[in-house]
């Protein structure tokens, strides 16, 4: 029943921008710290930025000035807005929301992700 799913990727130039928006299924967003990761062939799956429940925000260095996260708790939406776009930035782009569900009547912690869209920066 829980689900995310993200949209808006694409092909774009360098200096560009595009919007990343996430949709999540179920009543945890509002007090889930949502966060935005993006993955490359080969490499690990990196965290570049996330949103708390109260707003605060987080960002790596590498995206830092460029990208922007934010949320619509009554559209249970994500957003990315990524400005000034680098091929360097190209990956396969992901929504995540960490979670404690009771399993057998034990907390447990899992990660929901999104299917992932991907993001193209070339020229």
């Known amino acids: 029943q829980e689900q995310l799913v993200e949209s808006g990727g694409g092909l774009v130039q360098p200096g560009g921008s595009l919007t990343l928006s996430c949709v999540a299924s179920g009543s945890f967003f509002s007090r889930a710290a949502m966060g935005w990761y993006r993955q490359t062939p080969g490499t690990q799956r990196e965290l570049i930025a996330r949103i708390f429940s109260g707003g605060s925000t987080y960002y790596v260095d590498s995206v830092k000035g460029r990208f922007t996260i934010s949320r619509d708790n009554a559209k249970n939406t994500m957003y990315l807005q990524m400005n000034s776009l680098k091929p360097e930035d190209t990956a396969v782009y992901y929504c995540?929301?960490?979670?404690?569900?009771?399993?057998?009547?034990?907390?447990?912690?899992?990660?929901?992700w999104g299917q992932g869209t991907l993001v193209t920066v070339s020229s």
């Open positions: 995540q929301a960490p979670l404690v569900k009771v399993v057998d009547g034990t907390d447990t912690y899992v990660e929901l």
